[in-house]
């Protein structure tokens, strides 16, 4: 069966460091890949998605950026956090094709201080 | 584009009580659909999905949703709520193709004893 792993659950990081969050999916291959985040009180939004390896669509501009270096590996990265960087950010996985149903990682808390 | 509204940002229900969510859509053809539901600080867990044939669609948990293709809705129900039920639900579409899901601003479910 297919599993989604993120890491790390909890993350304080001071203002201006720099960030990577990684995400990596087993038992299947050739997944979109994606990286969501939540603010509090607020709706899901879409950071980034991937097709394929080095393939990365950003949907938003932001001081973020995403990598995909393996098929099933996928990592969310800043160099200089802000303090509007603070959210829960959460990896998500899909079929390449087809039906787009999502599965979800357990998400990150990420605050900057 | 597409894009998904659920006009409810809170409800609160009695233990014992019917539950209606609501969650309307805006796309040119039929969508897949999809309910999740998010415990506090954890990931989303798919409900459950709709891509063709019957309107009426079963999930986990005792949920149930129908879509109504004249009303452009998937809204979720749930005859009789648990105090376990207590969350936040997103409705999400999906299109064929774009290889990404368009979620919901949410709804915070509040369950009074």
């Known amino acids: 069966s297919q599993t989604i792993h993120q890491w790390p659950a909890t993350l304080v990081q001071p203002v201006g460091s720099p960030l990577s969050l990684e995400c990596t999916v087993e038992?299947?291959?050739?997944?979109?890949l994606y990286w969501y985040r939540q603010a509090a009180g607020r709706g899901l939004q879409l950071l980034f998605y991937s097709v394929g390896i080095g393939q990365i669509s950003s949907e938003v501009p932001q001081n973020l950026s995403a990598s995909r270096p393996q098929d099933r590996q996928f990592i969310l990265s800043s160099k200089k956090l802000l303090l509007s960087d603070s959210g829960f950010y959460l990896c998500?996985?899909?079929?390449?094709?087809?039906?787009?149903?999502?599965?979800f990682g357990q998400g990150t808390r990420l605050t900057v201080v | 584009a597409q894009s998904v509204t659920q006009p409810d940002i809170h409800i609160t229900v009695s233990e014992g009580a019917s539950l209606e969510l609501r969650c309307n859509y805006s796309?040119?053809?039929?969508?897949?659909l999809f309910w999740y539901v998010q415990s506090p600080g954890q990931g989303l867990q798919l409900l459950l999905k709709y891509f063709s044939g019957d309107t009426l669609v079963q999930g986990i948990k005792g949920f149930e949703a129908e879509f109504k293709r004249s009303q452009s809705s998937f809204n979720l129900r749930k005859p009789s709520v648990h105090w376990s039920d207590a969350a936040e639900y997103f409705c999400?579409?999906?299109?064929?193709?774009?290889?990404?899901?368009?979620f919901g601003q949410g709804t915070r479910l509040t369950i009074n004893p």
């Open positions: 999400a579409v999906g299109v064929q193709g774009a290889q990404k899901l368009v």
């Open positions: 796309y040119g053809a039929t969508p897949y």
């Open positions: 038992g299947t291959s050739n997944p979109n």
């Open positions: 998500a996985w899909s079929v390449r094709a087809g039906r787009t149903e999502a599965f």
